[in-house]
């Protein structure tokens, strides 16, 4: 990644299309833009500094997640300008809380947003997860992972399960939940029950804090840098299953 991407965290594609990837990094409210393999990015700025962690494009939106919990959203279009104008702020949708994965589905429009700490939840038990829909605002649904499924497969969620970002594999409709605290991938079935759980090596993994899927089953994760790498997305082919 370039230097403006060091902290990179959430990625996304607009309708799997893979060859423009859609990036946030933790610091400015900014939306970058770069092609697969070319190291040079174009930028939208969208909003004043802050923590921001995820992205996700849906029905000719850009969707970003604040580590509060407030969504922004501008038309896919203005990515072309340096500056977004038809920006909307989503504020006190979610509980008080720390969040860092969001996922947009393009056939509903539902936005689903994992919790990372909340403060009325042991993250030790289970992981709160929320379903918004931006054309319905006030109605959020509710969903959640429990932790004893994922202790279940690897036993190693002493502090409890943080996760940083999620996607949903659409070649089989399940769930990618990537933790940069945890290191671990954890792969759920659509009614958010776990199957299977993937230590992540941090000699790859720097820092997991994104994850999306192209419309062809490829997986890519984000990776913030760190003091002797830079930030980086890896990509993972689909092997057929």
Same mark, same amino acid.
């Given at each position: /990644? ?20 859609? @990036? ?10 770069? !092609? ?8 939208? #700025?969208? @909003? =004043? ?11 000719? #939106? ?33 509980? =008080? ?5 969001? $996922?947009? *589905? ?19 038990? #289970? %992981?709160?997860? $929320? ?16 932790? *004893?499924?994922?202790? @279940? ?30 290191? /671990?991938? %954890? ?6 029950? %776990?199957?299977?759980?993937? @230590? ?13 899927? *192209?419309?062809?089953?490829? /997986? ?5 840098? *760190?003091?002797? !790498? ?12």
């Amino acid at each position: /990644m370039p230097e403006s991407l060091f902290e990179i965290s959430g990625i996304s594609f607009n309708k799997g299309n893979a060859d423009t990837i859609y @990036a946030i990094q933790d610091e400015d409210g900014k939306v970058f833009r770069l !092609a697969w393999g070319v190291k040079v990015q174009k930028h939208t #700025k969208f @909003a =004043k500094k802050g923590d921001f962690e995820d992205i996700s494009i849906v029905n000719d #939106k850009v969707v970003v997640l604040k580590s509060n919990g407030v969504l922004y959203s501008f038309p896919l279009s203005e990515t072309a300008f340096e500056e977004a104008e038809n920006v909307q702020e989503f504020k006190k949708l979610l509980p =008080k809380g720390e969040y860092e994965g969001m $996922y947009a *589905d393009e056939q509903t429009g539902n936005i689903y947003v994992l919790c990372k700490n909340c403060a009325d939840t042991d993250s030790k038990i #289970k %992981v709160p997860g $929320y379903i918004i829909n931006l054309n319905t605002p006030d109605r959020v649904q509710t969903f959640g992972i429990e932790v *004893d499924q994922i202790k @279940a497969i690897t036993g190693k969620v002493e502090r409890g399960f943080r996760p940083s970002a999620l996607a949903r594999n659409p070649m089989n409709n399940n769930w990618y939940i990537v933790s940069a605290v945890n290191k /671990m991938l %954890v792969i759920t079935d659509d009614k958010w029950n %776990v199957k299977n759980v993937v @230590a992540l090596s941090s000699n790859t993994f720097t820092q997991p804090e994104g994850i999306a899927f *192209d419309k062809n089953g490829n /997986m890519y994760i984000s990776n913030e840098g *760190d003091d002797l !790498a830079d930030g980086n997305i890896l990509k993972f082919k689909r092997n057929g299953n």
